[in-house]
């Protein structure tokens, strides 16, 4: 139950829903609000199906590769660590981007805002690591989607509340927490390789 709990927690915070709370309000912006919430939750169901795929297909890609369950945690550590740095250490220059006004589909909304490439990696590691736990993570990534979700379609009502400066503050709590788990997931790994 408690790897449940981290587990989603994890998700959670890969995913950053209140990072991309602002990123999906400039894209939506210009659809009346029965359309925004209509290709918001298209594009979240495109991202957990693909979440989906990856997690179930990523202990067999990591099998094939022939990794070890140490190598897998120090990896996912490292990986992990430099997501919590991006948090805590933002770049200007993403938030810079003109944004496109056509309706979004599958890019950039499901790819690679909710399902990018550091939360689909994750995955992957979490079915190699926890491979007989499937459903557990299944479970947990579900949980994590969902409220994901429930953020970004409220994403009017949390920016009127916390304002900019407040969704930026949880961030940087977000990028720390990362932080903590991830170090703890890197030295998990050196602690088995070193048994070895």
Do not use: Y
């Amino acid at each position: 139950m408690n790897e449940m709990i981290s587990t989603t927690i994890l998700l959670i915070l890969i995913m950053d829903p209140l990072g991309n709370l602002p990123i999906v309000m400039s894209i939506l912006k210009h659809l009346t609000p029965k359309r925004k919430f209509i290709v918001l939750l298209r594009e979240m169901i495109i991202a957990l199906g693909i979440m989906f795929f990856f997690l179930l297909a990523g202990e067999k890609t990591l099998s094939i590769l022939d990794l070890k369950p140490e190598t897998v945690s120090i990896a996912g550590g490292i990986i992990l660590f430099l997501i919590a740095i991006k948090m805590i250490f933002p770049d200007d220059k993403i938030n810079d981007k003109k944004i496109d006004l056509t309706e979004p589909f599958l890019v950039p909304l499901a790819i690679p805002l909710v399902a990018g490439p550091s939360l689909l990696a994750t995955l992957m590691l979490l079915s190699h690591q926890f491979s007989n736990q499937i459903i557990s993570l299944s479970i947990s990534l579900f949980i994590a989607w969902s409220i994901t979700v429930f953020i970004l379609l409220l994403s009017g009502t949390f920016l009127k509340f916390l304002g900019p400066k407040g969704i930026i503050a949880l961030e940087r709590l977000m990028g720390l927490i990362l932080i903590m788990l991830s170090t703890q997931m890197f030295l998990d790994g050196i602690t088995t390789w070193c048994k070895l």
